[in-house]
């Protein structure tokens, strides 16, 4: 019996929890599916730019460490979202960047050093089996699977080696987005539930992104007093949206995220920015966080600088030994997140 | 922001059209479940939905609301809003037939026994005998009054007043897929084991989620669910069926 070997990449190792993800299904929230999709949206783009693909497929999408992989065939990747130790044989590899990787050779993707969740995009996509509409794991709806040493990750066919390998080599400079900080949040319908005082408590309160986070939420610890909703009656159950602040019974912050339930019945005081959803998902563990309210007409100035932004992503991108000026900034930007300088790098220094 | 249209209406100040985040709009109709609100919510989701707006990318119900998600830098609130005000004035929502094309669902149901330990504390937290019980919910179809929280998860009522049971205190750790639950005039059809607040007051095999099988949901909002009492003999002689025994008709409205 001959089979006809498809290009996959084979996964050796891999920390717990990673998936395959994409855009997420948008329209079945009348279904009581939330869209899910990529926990970090910008890092989706990032990475797809890096492969110059016109618009984001999909990604291996991972948390705290990577795992070692293997092509089985020659393929372009791209390393995008939380940094992580990136070796290929045992070279470092720069972050933020797209790499050639050879069939049978070594891709090695440690710790995180800094944020949350990282992506692995590779040329032309995973090529997952499409369910209602998109190929992203969504585990509160049962759908997908995590990924698992063993695993064979089909991958597009790949155009020959010599027009894939002028994608690899590029990288983008990217925004620390992976530290915490402040976050924008703009009032909801039921923001009004909350007396201004609490509402300026909240936003003078610093926030610790909880570790038990996952794709449905986070919970934000704090010291000092929980926050109180001033409704007499109890509260209908009504949309939920990713990016919602709800107050739990106890008065404790949950930030709601990709995968979160569609309706709930716990108010919500504000909702993040879609701008600044990647600095809240990517904010590690115990890391900080604050809200700020702006105004809708704020919110959506930011919102129409973040789609240029993510539209001039692929023209954003540099070749990465080439220019000495790019050089440097990649170089200071991995030094203050902590990256171990890659070679090419060095010889570039020389 | 609000908008307060003087659209017919006996709370004086709903219907309301609120901001949700940057990217959607919510028409509520009353601040606490009624069976005229849901209608309305339902009714004037159906007439959002056919109108077809470019910028609109989505549009769902909840139980007393319409939540209308568009795209804000294609169509100003402004704009939305006032679009959302007139539809919302040319007619008494909670009047307004349920355009969709909706089913009646007869759903093969065991109540009480090992498969739904709740019934007989339900059914006396509601004052009834449990034979009363089971008539009362199955006197008469319920609506789907929204779906959410899990896939094709449907909220049904509006139950007599009887059923105003609260839910428990402290959690059920997991009831089983197809399980039916009550508290608060309404039963719930669980499309995933999951733990639960809510009394497991009967059993059924219907399945609510099936990703790979058309069509993936079977309950949509505004369909209506006839339970109907069997034994558990009969009920899984239904375990094998795609359809766990259920049978459909079309509704017209």
Redesign the interface.
Known sequence: MTTQAQSALIVHSISPGASIQDAGR????????SRGGAMDWLALCEGAALLDHPAPLNALEMSGAGGTFEASCDTVIALSGAPMVAQLDGVTLAWNASHLLRAGARLYLGKSLGGSFSYLSVRGGFAEPM??GAQSAHF????GRHIRAGDRLTIAPQENTASIARIAGRGLRVSDRFQGGVCRI????QSDMFSPQTRARFCDTVFRRNPRANRMGARLDFDGARFEHNCE??I????V?G??IQIAGDGTPYALLAES????GYPRIG?V??SDLPKLVQTPANGSIRFQFVD?ET??LA??AS?AQVKKLRASCHPIVRSPHDIADLLAYQLISGVTAGRELEEDDE | MTFDPPAPTNTPDFPVIKHVGIDGLIVSFAPQLTDTANRAAIAFGDAVRACNWDAVSEVSSTLVSTYVGFDPLAISHVELTGRLASLLQSQDWSQAPMNTTRKRWHVPTVFGTDLAPQLDEAAAMAGLSVEAAIASICAQPVRVQTVGFAPGQPYLGTLPPAWDIPRQTTLTPKVPQGALVVAIRQLVLFSVAAPTGWRHIGQTNFPLFRPDREPPFLLGTGDEVQFVPVDPDTLERTSDDPMGGATCEELTS
Do not use: C, K, W, Y
């Open positions: 948008p329209h079945l929230r009348n279904m009581g599916i369910t209602l509160a709806a049962g759908l703009v009032e909801s319908f009656h109890s209908v159950s009504d949309v949206r990016g919602d339930q569609t309706t709930g909702t920015i879609p809708l919110a959506l919102e129409s789609r």
